[in-house]
């Protein structure tokens, strides 16, 4: 290894784990005039996000800092076909060990289904690997303590990829949070919506269970719990939760086990005709065999343990309080937040896909408590999330200077926005709040 590649792993991990604002994870020219050598770059999990966000976009961009040495995925189909669509030449492997030995790679990207990011988390940092991970960082307590613990015996950070911090609505929500306008937040009212398109594709495959993805609760609200973690600079002390499945699963009239078998098609609501997406034929239909994964499953599956109507009271640190909804089955795709402070509020109205036209995607107004209301403009960007994918791997990959507050998340972020939807999810469970502090020893705030 040469002393440039030493000199970036270093970076890489000041990066992800302390107050460091930049994210020269690759390389730094400033101390090597020698050409810097490439990552050797490695990916488990090699489904669509492997493939479209940590895997063309970065055979396409970052050519001179990456190197591709090895994927891995328990579908050996899968991973053929994801190599196939990145157009790379490494290696493919369906054993694990076998591609850090083999492939020796430096970098690992953990992009599984939720349920088995630890493992892949801590057995990567044992092998001295710097290590990235897709949300959530992990689906219950013990994952979260595993993943903890794997840092300090090996003295690495790990970087969570958090994506929705980067689109530039939510960086402005921030600043103007970090501002004053609104003086201290009191509480805040935050509704997600889900819609039949985007909220029932989850329960078209295993995010259905809480085995693999933790429910609703972990794998999709760990965003909106990063965000406001992160908003707030606080973090949930005790979650109280309710929640219900009242309209996928067991209470579908028919069912089937995926949609292009399914002799209800014309009566079913939720068909999805996936045949007319080459690439998920491609990298599901083609490999199905080998696994059994349908990625156009039933949605009226009876084996389907998560929830579709969730709400939540979440307690912070500073104080602060959140009323939290989430459902999955509305007919508009967006969300609702207002920051509720002493001197005034701060509303956001965000349209991602709704069945009626709107000037802009997002809406923010500041209103003065005595004063006016003023409305806050933010670039729209068509691009993944917001604009937040672009924006994250270029922070990781790039040598891009950021405000302190725009620093990659650690495993602190990750294990936080999880807690809160752990919490919730057994708040559900047990029928009574949860306390953050049951559950997992946290290292202190940095
Ligand atoms: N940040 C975001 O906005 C965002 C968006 C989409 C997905 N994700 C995350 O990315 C990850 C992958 O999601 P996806 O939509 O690509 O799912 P997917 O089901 O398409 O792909 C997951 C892959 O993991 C493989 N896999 C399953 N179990 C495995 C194991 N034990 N070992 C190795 N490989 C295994 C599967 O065969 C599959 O190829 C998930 O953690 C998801 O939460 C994040």
Redesign the pocket.
Known sequence: MTDSHNLSRRDFVKTAGTAAVGAAVLSDSSISVAAPAKRRYAI???????VT?WGRPLVQNYPDLLEFVGL????PK?VEVARQMLGVSCPTFTD?DKMLDQAKPDLLMV????G??SN?IARGLDRGLDVMT???MVIDEKQCQAVLDAEKRNKKNIVV????RYAPKHQKIKEVLLSGAIGKVVSVDFSWYLDVYHGADYFR??HRLKSK?GSLWV?KAT?HFDLINWWLDADPVEVSARAGLEIYGSNGKFRAPNCRTCPHTSECRFFYDMKKNDIRMQ??AKCEDA?G?F?DGCVYREDCDIYDTMGAVVKYSNGTQMSYSLNAFMPFEGYRLAFNGELGRLEIRDYERQPWEVEKQSEIYLTKSFGQREKIEVPEIAAG?GGGDGRIRDLIFKKTDVPVYMRLPDSRAGALSCLTGIAARKSVELNRPVRISELVSLPPKT
């Open positions: 488990i999990g090699t489904g669509d996000r492997a966000m891995c995925d328990i579908n899968r694990f992009t599984t289904v939720d088995f990011h892949y897709e949300k959530p990829t958090f994506n929705y495959r295993w993805g794998h965003h990298l599901y696994d994964y990625r999330h």
